[in-house]
């Protein structure tokens, strides 16, 4: 889905930096906060840059839940710290469920989450979205995913 495609999305940048910046990262893809990873010296470049932006918005972003996530966004978008390669959503690298349907994907008893050519997918994030998987998780991992 688009930044602008996606209330939630949109209403972080524009809390954040305003209409004219929602315009500019309207038509990119979402790319989600809460799956971030790459090599060590990569992750550290990106870490410093947040760290920055967060910096430089710090009032505003006592005031709102996610703030971080239209940070990200921009930031990734407009100014990568690193080079970026963005896995697509529902490959065995990755599945971020808010946005994907359940029939992307089936769950098998000894690999967990598959994609429908029977590869496991790596990262499950956002498996709570949807019902049907975070019953199946929840089921399979009683003691929790937390910790």
Excluded at 119 to 145: N, T
Aim: hydrophobic letters at 40%.
């Amino acid at each position: 889905m688009r930044i602008g495609d996606c209330v939630v999305n949109s209403g972080l940048v524009r809390t954040l930096y305003g209409e004219a910046m929602l315009e500019r990262l309207a038509g990119c893809r979402i790319l989600c906060a809460g799956v971030t990873y790459g090599p060590t010296a990569m992750m550290r470049s990106y870490v410093d840059a947040m760290v920055g932006e967060i910096a430089k918005s710090a009032p505003r972003i006592y005031l709102d839940y996610g703030l971080d996530q239209g940070m990200h966004m921009k930031l990734l978008r407009l100014s990568p710290p690193a080079p970026i390669l963005a896995s697509a959503n529902g490959t065995r690298h990755l599945a971020t469920m808010h946005y994907s349907k359940l029939e992307e994907f089936r769950f098998d008893p000894a690999a967990g989450m598959v994609t429908l050519a029977g590869e496991p997918v790596s990262i499950v994030h956002q498996y709570d979205r949807h019902p049907v998987s975070k019953e199946w998780f929840e089921r399979c991992y009683p003691a929790g995913l937390e910790g």
